[in-house]
């Protein structure tokens, strides 16, 4: 899971919303159609570096979905359509594959992702596992929740976290670790995060004394 500081709606978002609230009809997510839906999934993407808001893996609108943070089924019309309460999460078709928004459903998670210090309630393993720290018993507590509701440890995200982790191999000096680190922390020149960034970063962190 990485930060995700969430920016501004999309303008034709906000004006749709006046226009169906100034209607009174039809004022809710299930009712929000293109263009201004694609506009809202495409806003997501972009601020987000095009990696899932829970594994971090590389997302397209052709493969991802508008997830809820707050479940749907427990919101009224007005927070269903709050921008701070969307986020981009993997898995364009419903119930597959089973991790991250489609695995969560109506279940609210312990950790979001717009938590400041969210990166700090996991860690990694070599074997591309994510695990909870063990620096305070409550965050881990959340942690091992979340981890479970989002199935993070699904077989695809372990193996994508391996292939990240390669970019370790043969490493050996505290300026190529910082390079990577680097690259790591920024978007690239299309605004993308490097897939899984954050696994790489902890163990650049914590391996090689990079933040």
Not at 75 to 83: A, G, K, M, V
Request: hydrophobic letters at 30%; aromatic letters at 10%.
């Amino acid at each position: 899971m990485k930060y995700i500081k969430k920016g501004k709606e999309p303008q034709d978002f906000s004006d749709w919303k006046a226009t169906q609230k100034s209607l009174g009809v039809n004022y809710g997510y299930k009712n929000l159609q293109n263009p201004e839906k694609g506009a809202v999934h495409s806003y997501l993407l972009s601020e987000q570096g095009y990696i899932c808001c829970y594994c971090c893996q590389r997302v397209e609108q052709s493969n991802s979905h508008i997830e809820h943070l707050a479940p749907q089924s427990k919101t009224d019309s007005e927070l269903s359509l709050d921008y701070t309460n969307m986020l981009g999460s993997c898995g364009r078709v419903p119930n597959w594959p089973e991790y991250c928004g489609n695995k969560k459903q109506n279940i609210a998670i312990a950790v979001s992702p717009l938590k400041s210090n969210c990166e700090d309630f996991f860690s990694y393993s070599s074997t591309g596992e994510i695990l909870p720290t063990t620096n305070n018993l409550d965050e881990e507590k959340d942690a091992e929740i979340t981890i479970k509701v989002l199935g993070l440890n699904h077989y695809d995200l372990t193996q994508g976290r391996i292939q990240a982790l390669e970019a370790l191999k043969g490493m050996t000096t505290q300026e190529e670790a910082e390079l990577l680190g680097e690259v790591c922390q920024q978007m690239d020149a299309q605004g993308r995060y490097q897939p899984f960034c954050n696994a790489v970063l902890y163990f650049l962190k914590n391996y090689f004394g990079v933040c």
